[in-house]
Structures are given as C-alpha cells and as structure tokens.
C-alpha cells in the first residue's frame, strides 16, 4: 500500500502523439492520425465523488470518495491536494470533507466536513476559513452576498444515546428535529433561526429583498420531526427578520422549487387525503405572492411533482399518480398555457424513477424540441411496478456505470421525440446502417415496429445529451427494435447534428461522451469495461479516431469539460483495479492551428461557417414553433477551432399556422402521435360554452385548441382560434322576485292565522278529515328518502371543527360527509376562494416529491 500511495502522489506529464488502437466498439470510420494531444495525468486517493467548476473555467475542485480534496488551477492540467491548506485554516490535516456547495455568482466554496467541523473559501481555494463548530449537512449560499449562508443541521436527539449537556435545554437532546441556522460573517458565527425546518432557501435575486427567506416549516415544534412523509402541519412560509415574525404562504405546504421565468412551485399536502398533494403556483415577485391551484384535466390523486422545464414559459409538469399510472415507474406530463396554471396533457405514461427523475430532456438551445420515454403499458400490466433504480442513486446529468446493475426490465420502455413542444410526439427513425457499415434493417412501422430507443437519466447507460453551445448535436445510447434494451452487447451509441431528426449509429458498444469547441470536438469513452482509449472526433461524428491516454486499463466514470462546454480542455476520470482514482486531463489546443473565419460570410465556399435551421421533417419542413430560424455553425468538415463565442441565431421569418402550433386546451385531449382534439371529462366537469360570472359585452368559447406558449405563426389560424360570443342578456329578475315574497309572506300569514284559531280543528269536525302533525326533531331529511340529511338548513349540523389541520371532535358516522364537505370548503380555497394563509405569526428563536431521510 505505501507504493500505492507513492505513486498517487506523483503528478505526470507528457506529449504524446496518437496511436491506432484496438477499440472494444470498432466503428467503420475510426482511424489514427500523427496530431498532439497533451496529456496530463494524476492519481488520487480513491474515486472521484464530486468535481465542480468555480465560477471559470480554470478553477476547479475535486472531492474523492475519502473526502480528500483536491484543487486545480488550470482547468483540471494539475492538481494539489487541498488537506494542508484546510489545516492552516484550522483544523487538522486528516480532515475530510462530505460535500462541497459552489456558488454561481462568485468565488465562494463552502465544504461540510465530519462532526462539527467545516470550511469557507471566498477566494476560490486560495485562502480557507474553518468555521465555527457546528454539526451540519446541508448549506445554501446566499446569490449575491458571499459570506451570507443558510445551513441546517440535525438536533442531539437524532444520535442514538444522546443527552443534553450541563446548563443546556433539553429539548434538543431528547427530540430528533431539523435546526435552521444564519451566518452574514462567512461561519465565523452561526445564530440558530428556527427548529423543525424541512426546505429552505433565500430568495432568488429577482424577488430584490437579500433578507427574504422561504422555508417549509412545521407548525407545531414539539416532538420528533416526521421525515420522508407528506406533513399536514408543514406549511410555506416567507420571513424578512429571520423567524421573528412568518407569513405563511401555502397553508400545508411542503416541498417548493424556483423555476426560470419568475416561476414558484409548492407542493401543498391535501388535509383531507395525506397522500395526496396539489401543486400550487405563482409567478408573482416579493413577499406579496398570490398562489394559485394547478388546474390539472384529470381527476386522479397526485402522489408528486417533477417540474420538467420552465424554460419557454410554459410549464412542462410530471405528476406520479402511482399506480393509475401504470405503477411507481411511470407518471404522466401535462404541458400548461403561457399561465403556467392550466394543463392539458402531452405525454402519459413518462418513464421516471422513484427518486422523482424522469426521462424527459430538452434539446438545449433549440426552442419546442424534446426527447423522452414512455412505457407501453398494457391493459393486463396496470398496476405493476416495474423494475427501477435504487432512489440513492443519483448524481451528474451523465451517470457512470459505477453503480450500473444491468439487468432486464419487464416494461417496455419507448423513446419519443416532439418538436412542436409536446403536442405531437414521434417515434424515432432508426440509422439506415450501423457503425460498420453494415444494413440495420430497421423501417419503423407504427407502435409494433422497428425504430431507435435511447436511454434516458434514469438508469446508468449514457443518456440523450444536448448542450445550448453545440446547436443541434445529440448523442445518447439505444438499441434498435420495438423498444429499448438493456442488455449489454444490444446497446450501441447514437448521433444526431439536426436535432433529432435523423441519427447516425457512431460506435457499437456502450460510451459516455462530452462536448467541446461549440460541438466541433467530441471526446467518448467505451464504459462496458475496463479500457485505456478514448474516441475524438473533429467532425460532428463522421470519423473518429482512437487516443490511447494510459499505459493501463481502468473503469472511466466520465467525460467532462467546464460547464460552458466552448473550451478544448478535457477531464477524463476513473479508477483503478486497486481503487485509486484516476484524472486525465486532455488538450486538444494544438489539434487544430487555425480559428474558424467567414463567419460573416456563412453559407460561401469561401467561409469555415454554413447556415443550419432546425425541421420537423413534415410538411411543413423548417417551420418550428411558427416561424423559420437559421444558425450559423462551423461547416462539418471545417478543419479549425472556434472562437469561445457563441452561436449565432437570426430569425428569418413567420409561418402560416398549422396544426403543429396547436396543442390541445383545458379539458381536451389528442392521441399522442397527433390527430384532432377531443373534450374529455375534467373534475370540474368544464363546460366550455358556459359564458363566465359576471360575463361583459363577449366572451370566447373554445374549439378544443390553444395556441402553444411562444409560439408566432401567423394567419391561416380561424380552424383552431376560440369564438367569440356575446354575452347574453340576464333576465328582468326585479319584478318577479317581488312577486315572490308577496306571495311567501302571504303563505306565512296564513299559517300564522291557521294555528291561532285553529282552523284545522274545525276543518275536521266540519268535514271528518284527519291529520298528523310531523315533530321535526324526531323526522329528519336523510340520503336514503332522497331528503337533506338536516332540517336545519342554516346551522351546523354536526360537531364544531375545532382545528382547520384535522384534529376534529365528532361521531364516526359523521365522518364521511364532514370529510367530503371540508374538501370542497378546501378546494374551494385552493381556487382562489376565502382563505386566512397570509397571515402574520410570531414564533420563536429544507425535486417536488417526498422529503429526504434523515441523515
């Protein structure tokens, strides 16, 4: 082991050239060359468990699996272990590191160590700060100031055998709870702000109030804290002073989640049913937010939320309803309008994990495009939980096969794509041939036929993969056939240069890949097995050829690059046999010697650049999203580099509308390949031709149809836009309701003159009529003689509720119709009606799904 160690601790350097190699994957197009690659290689303690950027791309931090730390530099070309340096800032040197939590904005780094011992960096690496002692586990940096932290930690009573030390409350030792804590000094103090926390966050920059802090909390601080289960006493709350004072947001409130475009989303357990959960949404700034009820088409529970994409503005929304569904490994997505509050829904049965990822990506920086995969559920199969991935298992957006356990699943798992943002999907076409040039075979034909399928984040293989600085560039691993396979030697690997349309088998096998100069560059690795070559290609995939980058064979984790993905600078990363790590960096600065010119002259033969838009393949043809668009990128045979600048995008015109710039409204619903949009029953029961309250000169009925959010096509559009009606006139109701209490009161008279002189007594000795009088305590209006269960119309009728969260005193046969009237009282409040949720309370000195454990 002490020569183990020696050599981890040696750093080496090396230009070496690039030799023909044996690949596992063998494509037709491979070839070796006599260009430069540096390399730069070096081992660490044990695997990789984390590596992220800071703010550049040259400073960057690497966490091992030991919680050893290392920095580097210059982009990932050297790299220093960090321990000593943690120890000048307090501490000692066999210090190790859980996590480490990277600011967006600037130069700070927060690292949570074992025990109570933790470190800040605000200058990128090159100076660390321990920390006052505190036991912690999570940590949220505030988006502007860097010394301003949120963080939280486990109470005493969470360790087994805890006790409250001398002179200390003893709450915090008896009971295990959630404890919110505040620096502004950069941890050199932490003031405890609030106990039995579950989420929190400071509020994004556009909400302009750097003291603001939204948290889901529970109401009632006594006892143990409940985790991983919906809560009916947690609730949504908002605070500018630190837990002094709290205005409760979302009553019920459990899990919330920031969304581009100003977007919030809560998920808010419903009282009534604990299981279940309504999402509530706002797009509104500052504390003053009004949250509304999604207004979803189906009337199913909704067990949880992933919200897939806000990017465009409408809102891409996953909902699990378990086993309606077809089981825990499926969910259905609904696509809202331009509101982001009405759905309808665009894709059922979406494959997803239970951990809440689904597989649902967007083709990054191309507007309306998506790939995803659905399970074909068969009647018989409802119900089935078909097979999934472990929920601890997750990670990068590209998994590595580390933790893959490959075996075959029982569903049937298909890969769709859209292009008109979910409102048709689209089987893939499968490659004509496949690496070697050898016929695939494969002609599609409908549900049971022959098309590409392609991986997606919920298991271990590559998954589809698309960046915004490489337009129209997708690679992801699939098989061929009626639906996708997960069995090794089935799996091959997959490029598209225009967006999915059409797709170009690279390599058999199995590789994990990665982007670099626009897309100009793309580096993959075989991960099927242990191997000492990457692949690179400088032409979007036409040819590639073989690099051999170590003396030994080893498990490579992943391919990555800085998160701009314009740089010539690779990471490669592994391990050994022995489990030492392994980072590799890769230059391919000097693959190319000259930059890309004539972009401004794009399309001419005398220019490195042509002129790409996006198509659907239809009709159509480039048409997307109502109107044309064309990109500037490196031609695909261009032997240069690219500038570090980005695309160019020029918007060349409007398109009449057609069918694709439709999806389908409220209350309707289409096949998932297309087709006309049909009214289906929603649990309002939506009645489209109902003129709204309060209805002024006209309004519009729909045809089933709304236009999709950003969309601009324009003309040809009468087929699919609402009518517009005029409101009818009420009726002269004035008169008439005179009329009506005249005739009550003289009804009322009467009896009143009846009863005094009894009338009904001398109407049956006059005439030998008979009566009975009805008691009308003792003769009540039930269900059962089709009556209303009471006489008292206008009190209640049963027992008082003594708490809005459920804790109510009354008789079991009362339940079921005080449970069905509080649900509609609660609905009622969730669609805006009256509510008491922005109150102000004072208290005293956490993936929309289920809570984590606790750690």
Same mark, same amino acid.
């Given at each position: 082991?002490?020569?183990?160690?020696?050599?981890?601790?040696?750093?080496?350097?090396?230009?070496?050239?690039?030799?023909?190699?044996?690949?596992?994957?063998?494509?037709?197009?491979?070839?070796?060359?006599?260009?430069?690659?540096?390399?730069?290689?070096?081992?660490?303690?044990?695997?990789?468990?984390?590596?992220?950027?800071?703010?550049?791309?040259?400073?960057?931090?690497?966490?091992?699996?030991?919680?050893?730390?290392?920095?580097?530099?210059?982009?990932?070309?050297?790299?220093?272990?960090?321990?000593?340096?943690?120890?000048?800032? =307090?501490? *000692? #040197? @066999?210090? +190790?590191?859980? %996590?480490?939590?990277? /600011?967006?904005?600037?130069?700070?780094?927060?690292?949570?160590?074992?025990?109570?011992?933790?470190?800040?960096?605000?200058?990128?690496?090159?100076?660390?700060?321990?920390?006052?002692?505190?036991?912690?586990?999570?940590?949220?940096?505030?988006?502007?100031?860097?010394?301003?932290?949120?963080?939280? =930690?486990? *109470? #005493? @009573?969470? +360790?087994?055998? %805890?006790?409250?030390? /001398?002179?200390?409350?003893?709450?915090?030792?008896?009971?295990?709870?959630?404890?919110?804590?505040?620096?502004?000094?950069?941890?050199?103090?932490?003031?405890?702000?609030?106990?039995?926390?579950?989420?929190?966050?400071?509020?994004?920059?556009?909400?302009?109030?750097?003291?603001?802090?939204?948290?889901?909390?529970?109401?009632?601080?006594?006892?143990?804290?409940?985790?991983?289960?919906?809560?009916?006493?947690?609730?949504?709350?908002?605070?500018?002073?630190?837990?002094?004072?709290?205005?409760?947001?979302?009553?019920?409130?459990?899990?919330?989640?920031?969304?581009?475009?100003?977007?919030?989303?809560?998920?808010?357990?419903?009282?009534?049913?604990?299981?279940?959960?309504?999402?509530?949404?706002?797009?509104?700034?500052?504390?003053?937010?009004?949250?509304?009820?999604?207004?979803?088409?189906?009337?199913?529970?909704?067990?949880?939320?992933?919200?897939?994409?806000?990017?465009?503005?409408?809102?891409?929304?996953?909902?699990?309803?378990?086993?309606?569904?077809?089981?825990?490994?499926?969910?259905?997505?609904?696509?809202?309008?331009?509101?982001?509050?009405?759905?309808?829904?665009?894709?059922?049965?979406?494959?997803?994990?239970?951990?809440?990822?689904?597989?649902?990506?967007?083709?990054?920086?191309?507007?309306?495009?998506?790939?995803?995969?659905?399970?074909?559920?068969?009647?018989?199969?409802?119900?089935?939980?078909?097979?999934?991935?472990?929920?601890?298992?997750?990670?990068?957006?590209?998994?590595?096969?580390?933790?893959?356990?490959?075996?075959?699943?029982?569903?049937?798992?298909?890969?769709?794509?859209?292009?008109?943002?979910?409102?048709?999907?689209?089987?893939?076409?499968?490659?004509?041939?496949?690496?070697?040039?050898?016929?695939?075979?494969?002609?599609?034909?409908?549900?049971?036929?022959?098309?590409?399928?392609?991986?997606?984040?919920?298991?271990?293989?590559?998954?589809?993969?698309?960046?915004?600085?490489?337009?129209?560039?997708?690679?992801?691993?699939?098989?061929?056939?009626?639906?996708?396979?997960?069995?090794?030697?089935?799996?091959?690997?997959?490029?598209?240069?225009?967006?999915?349309?059409?797709?170009?088998?690279?390599?058999?096998?199995?590789?994990?890949?990665?982007?670099?100069?626009?897309?100009?560059?793309?580096?993959?690795?075989?991960?099927?097995?242990?191997?000492?070559?990457?692949?690179?290609?400088?032409?979007?995939?036409?040819?590639?050829?073989?690099?051999?980058?170590?003396?030994?064979?080893?498990?490579?984790?992943?391919?990555?690059?800085?998160?701009?993905?314009?740089?010539?600078?690779?990471?490669?990363?592994?391990?050994?046999?022995?489990?030492?790590?392994?980072?590799?960096?890769?230059?391919?600065?000097?693959?190319?010697?000259?930059?890309?010119?004539?972009?401004?002259?794009?399309?001419?033969?005398?220019?490195?650049?042509?002129?790409?838009?996006?198509?659907?393949?239809?009709?159509?043809?480039?048409?997307?999203?109502?109107?044309?668009?064309?990109?500037?990128?490196?031609?695909?045979?261009?032997?240069?580099?690219?500038?570090?600048?980005?695309?160019?995008?020029?918007?060349?015109?409007?398109?009449?509308?057609?069918?694709?710039?439709?999806?389908?409204?409220?209350?309707?619903?289409?096949?998932?390949?297309?087709?006309?949009?049909?009214?289906?029953?929603?649990?309002?029961?939506?009645?489209?031709?109902?003129?709204?309250?309060?209805?002024?000169?006209?309004?519009?009925?729909?045809?089933?149809?709304?236009?999709?959010?950003?969309?601009?096509?324009?003309?040809?559009?009468?087929?699919?836009?609402?009518?517009?009606?005029?409101?009818?006139?009420?009726?002269?109701?004035?008169?008439?309701?005179?009329?009506?209490?005249?005739?009550?009161?003289?009804?009322?008279?009467?009896?009143?003159?009846?009863?005094?002189?009894?009338?009904?007594?001398?109407?049956?000795?006059?005439?030998?009529?008979?009566?009975?009088?009805?008691?009308?305590?003792?003769?009540?209006?039930?269900?059962?003689?089709?009556?209303?269960?009471?006489?008292?119309?206008?009190?209640?009728?049963?027992?008082?509720?003594?708490?809005?969260?459920?804790?109510?005193?009354?008789?079991?046969?009362?339940?079921?119709?005080?449970?069905?009237?509080?649900?509609?009282?609660?609905?009622?409040?969730?669609?805006?009606?009256?509510?008491?949720?922005?109150?102000?309370?004072?208290?005293?000195?956490?993936?929309?799904?289920?809570?984590?454990?606790?750690?």
């Amino acid at each position: 082991k002490t020569s183990v160690m020696t050599s981890a601790s040696l750093l080496v350097f090396g230009l070496i050239s690039l030799v023909s190699a044996t690949w596992p994957g063998s494509s037709k197009n491979e070839s070796s060359s006599t260009a430069n690659v540096a390399m730069k290689l070096k081992y660490i303690d044990s695997p990789l468990a984390d590596i992220q950027w800071l703010n550049s791309k040259h400073n960057v931090f690497v966490l091992s699996e030991k919680g050893v730390l290392y920095r580097s530099a210059d982009g990932g070309a050297t790299w220093t272990n960090q321990q000593k340096f943690l120890a000048r800032g =307090g501490g *000692s #040197r @066999g210090a +190790k590191i859980k %996590s480490m939590h990277i /600011s967006s904005n600037h130069n700070t780094v927060f690292f949570i160590g074992y025990d109570d011992n933790n470190w800040v960096t605000i200058d990128g690496g090159d100076s660390y700060i321990k920390t006052q002692p505190v036991e912690l586990i999570d940590v949220r940096l505030h988006p502007t100031n860097p010394e301003w932290f949120l963080a939280s =930690g486990n *109470s #005493r @009573g969470c +360790k087994s055998g %805890s006790r409250p030390e /001398s002179g200390e409350d003893d709450i915090g030792g008896k009971f295990c709870f959630r404890k919110l804590y505040v620096t502004k000094n950069a941890g050199k103090t932490f003031t405890g702000i609030r106990d039995y926390v579950v989420q929190y966050e400071w509020a994004p920059k556009d909400d302009h109030q750097e003291d603001l802090i939204y948290a889901t909390v529970h109401s009632v601080q006594e006892g143990n804290q409940k985790f991983g289960f919906w809560d009916q006493f947690v609730d949504f709350v908002a605070t500018t002073d630190y837990f002094s004072t709290t205005k409760v947001m979302v009553e019920y409130g459990n899990r919330f989640i920031f969304g581009e475009h100003n977007y919030v989303f809560v998920a808010a357990v419903n009282p009534h049913h604990e299981t279940s959960v309504n999402l509530m949404i706002t797009r509104d700034t500052g504390i003053d937010k009004n949250f509304q009820k999604a207004k979803l088409p189906v009337e199913v529970l909704e067990h949880s939320y992933t919200i897939l994409d806000t990017s465009e503005g409408s809102v891409f929304l996953h909902v699990n309803h378990n086993i309606q569904s077809g089981g825990a490994s499926t969910g259905n997505v609904y696509i809202s309008d331009a509101s982001g509050l009405s759905y309808s829904l665009s894709l059922p049965f979406n494959h997803r994990d239970k951990g809440g990822k689904c597989d649902f990506e967007k083709v990054e920086g191309l507007e309306g495009i998506y790939l995803a995969n659905f399970v074909d559920v068969d009647e018989k199969d409802k119900g089935q939980t078909f097979s999934e991935q472990p929920e601890d298992a997750i990670g990068e957006k590209k998994k590595s096969r580390k933790y893959r356990s490959v075996k075959k699943d029982k569903a049937k798992i298909k890969t769709v794509i859209t292009f008109d943002k979910g409102g048709i999907w689209s089987y893939l076409d499968a490659p004509k041939v496949g690496a070697r040039g050898q016929p695939t075979n494969c002609h599609g034909g409908g549900d049971e036929g022959c098309h590409l399928h392609l991986h997606g984040i919920t298991d271990a293989f590559g998954p589809f993969y698309s960046l915004q600085s490489a337009t129209g560039i997708i690679m992801a691993t699939g098989s061929l056939g009626n639906h996708l396979h997960d069995r090794l030697g089935e799996i091959n690997t997959y490029l598209s240069r225009d967006a999915g349309l059409t797709w170009k088998e690279v390599a058999k096998g199995s590789h994990i890949y990665e982007y670099g100069d626009h897309g100009g560059l793309i580096v993959m690795a075989f991960d099927e097995g242990p191997t000492d070559h990457v692949l690179y290609t400088w032409d979007e995939g036409r040819s590639w050829n073989a690099l051999k980058i170590a003396d030994f064979k080893f498990e490579i984790e992943n391919v990555i690059i800085e998160p701009s993905a314009t740089s010539l600078h690779f990471v490669v990363y592994g391990y050994k046999t022995d489990n030492d790590g392994v980072l590799i960096s890769l230059d391919f600065s000097s693959l190319h010697q000259t930059e890309c010119k004539g972009i401004d002259a794009a399309g001419t033969e005398n220019s490195d650049y042509e002129f790409w838009s996006p198509s659907d393949g239809r009709m159509n043809g480039q048409c997307l999203m109502g109107h044309k668009v064309k990109y500037t990128r490196r031609k695909q045979d261009a032997q240069c580099y690219n500038p570090e600048a980005g695309e160019r995008m020029e918007e060349i015109e409007h398109c009449v509308c057609t069918d694709e710039d439709f999806e389908c409204d409220y209350g309707f619903a289409r096949n998932v390949q297309g087709g006309p949009c049909e009214k289906v029953k929603t649990p309002d029961n939506y009645d489209p031709s109902k003129p709204p309250e309060n209805c002024k000169g006209h309004y519009t009925i729909t045809r089933g149809y709304r236009r999709v959010a950003g969309d601009t096509c324009r003309g040809g559009s009468a087929k699919w836009d609402p009518i517009q009606v005029p409101c009818r006139d009420p009726p002269k109701t004035g008169k008439l309701v005179l009329v009506i209490m005249i005739l009550v009161v003289l009804a009322l008279g009467g009896v009143t003159f009846m009863n005094k002189y009894n009338v009904m007594e001398w109407v049956k000795n006059k005439f030998g009529f008979d009566y009975m009088k009805v008691p009308v305590d003792e003769y009540v209006f039930d269900e059962d003689a089709e009556m209303d269960q009471s006489a008292e119309l206008f009190t209640n009728p049963v027992s008082e509720v003594k708490s809005r969260r459920g804790r109510k005193q009354r008789d079991v046969e009362d339940d079921y119709d005080e449970d069905e009237e509080d649900q509609d009282e609660y609905d009622d409040e969730l669609d805006g009606g009256e509510n008491n949720t922005n109150m102000e309370i004072s208290v005293n000195v956490p993936t929309l799904s289920a809570p984590e454990e606790s750690n």
